[in-house]
């Protein structure tokens, strides 16, 4: 079945380490976005990439980077810059940038300890 | 920007209820989504409805595009129905969310 697929689902990240949330798609979207939520709140975009070996930046990309290597992937790394990265992180695509037939990941559970 | 403000925030209901979930937004769109997060994080699309009505089996949303607000129904409610929904609004190569409504269906 084609989907998303984000890993690991629970992440714990110790003070000043970087930490990479992977989210790979099987669905041949050209497009691929990131989103934080916190508790209560709805989603922010952090990143978002339209094409392989271009990405831009969101609403709150400051302390998170990312690449689009492949049409496949879209790694997304929380650096030691982001001063409260605790969070739930969602990553999805859609078949072309800014169109509807958006599918979102089951989220990644980013915990600092 | 623009900003999209759902309502209720809370809603708490017995099976069997309907409800009208509320979405208003702020700039004209020619994309609005509906999404229902279940209570795992899983984000379901329901509905693509920049205009217009449509119906999904015990769920319908309307799209008053002019008026710059949409509806989701909720019929006949059951517990799985349980969740957060969310109203996301297409402005500059990104969606914008609202805050959602947290709806709680109790047996």
């Known amino acids: 079945d084609g989907g998303i697929t984000q890993s690991p689902k629970y992440l714990f990240r110790k003070e000043g380490q970087n930490v990479t949330l992977s989210c790979e798609q099987n669905l041949n979207h050209d497009a691929m976005y990131w989103y934080r939520q916190d508790p209560g709140q709805g989603l922010r975009l952090i990143y978002y990439?339209?094409?392989?070996?271009?990405?831009q930046k969101g609403d709150i990309a400051e302390g998170y980077s990312v690449s689009r290597e492949k049409k496949e992937s879209f790694p997304l790394t929380v650096t030691s810059a982001q001063k409260n990265p605790t969070a739930f992180y969602l990553c999805a695509s859609t078949p072309l940038p800014g169109g509807a037939g958006y599918t979102f990941g089951s989220g990644t559970r980013l915990t600092v300890v | 920007g623009i900003q999209v403000e759902q309502s209720p925030p809370d809603l708490i209901l017995q099976e069997g209820a309907n409800s009208t979930l509320r979405c208003n937004f702020s700039?004209?769109?020619?994309?609005l989504q509906w999404f229902h997060q279940n209570p795992w994080g899983q984000l379901i699309n329901l509905f693509y409805?920049?205009?217009g009505t449509k119906q999904n089996g015990r769920l319908s949303a309307t799209t008053v595009a002019t008026e710059r607000y949409s509806l989701l129904y909720i019929s006949s409610s059951q517990t799985t129905d349980s969740g957060v929904y969310f109203c996301a609004v297409q402005g500059a190569q990104k969606l914008v969310f609202g805050q959602g409504t947290r709806l709680t269906i109790n047996p």
């Open positions: 990439s339209q094409i392989v070996n271009d990405f």
């Open positions: 409805i920049p205009s």
């Open positions: 700039d004209s769109v020619n994309n």
